[in-house]
């Protein structure tokens, strides 16, 4: 079955940096688009960025572009978000997610922007 | 980036019908459709309907999306109880280069 299992975040100070991961299994991982969503405490979804599955497209949220860069590394089965700059209104959990129409979902990892 | 507008909640009696309506532009719903999930409170979103209205395998039936010109809908017929959640309405807007949420719409079973 499909599973997508993120790590990587944590506490950190304002203008520092993180990278979270996201670990993929039961699909052919390569094949797929894979997003970053992300949702403040008691927020909505706010999408964040993509990484198409062929032609390295990649696109970001206006509200992190040029701080946050996504990768995947398909050899790994692994996407990846390096977040560069943090903020406080970065604090949320953020989630992987799967295709065009986000059809699966990992269990979110926490990162909270604090001094 | 302007996002898709969503009520923020609807209230009906249990077995009831709801219809959720998510509108956005000729850019974004109006051009390829809206697929919507549902969230319960402490777990990650979970997909109901993809963006041609197609429902994932294991996905009840009482769950239906539609679309009209800019506007998407998903009704949810004979409310249950674990139908109380958040529902959101998600897009590619082609003008943006991005993706985009509704801002959710809270349903409620009375």
């Known amino acids: 079955q499909v599973q997508l299992v993120e790590s990587g975040g944590g506490v950190v100070q304002p203008g520092r940096s993180l990278r979270l991961s996201c670990v993929a299994s039961g699909f052919i991982f390569s094949d797929y688009g894979m997003h970053w969503v992300r949702q403040a405490p008691g927020k909505g979804l706010e999408w964040v960025a993509i990484?198409?599955?062929?032609?390295?497209?990649?696109s970001y949220a206006d509200s992190v572009k040029g701080r946050f860069t996504i990768s995947r590394d398909n050899s790994k089965n692994t996407l990846y978000l390096e977040m560069n700059f943090l903020r406080t209104e970065d604090t949320a959990i953020y989630y992987c997610?799967?295709?065009?129409?986000?059809?699966?979902w990992g269990q979110g990892t926490l990162v909270s922007v604090s001094s | 980036q302007a996002g898709l507008t969503q009520p923020p909640s609807v209230s009906k009696g249990l077995r009831q019908t709801a219809t959720l309506t998510c509108t956005g532009n000729?850019?974004?719903?109006?051009?390829?459709?809206a697929a919507w999930l549902q969230q319960h409170q402490g777990h990650p979103p979970k997909l109901l309907s993809d963006r041609n209205n197609n429902r994932p395998s294991g996905i009840s039936e009482r769950f239906s999306a539609s679309r009209s010109g800019n506007t998407a809908s998903l009704t949810i017929t004979g409310l249950q109880p674990e139908d109380e959640a958040d529902y959101y309405c998600?897009?590619?807007?082609?003008?943006?280069?991005?993706?985009?949420f509704g801002s959710g719409t809270k349903v409620t079973v009375l």
């Open positions: 998600s897009a590619w807007d082609t003008n943006l280069s991005a993706y985009v």
């Open positions: 000729n850019n974004n719903v109006g051009h390829q459709g």
């Open positions: 997610a799967r295709g065009g129409s986000f059809d699966s």
């Open positions: 990484y198409t599955s062929g032609g390295n497209y990649k």
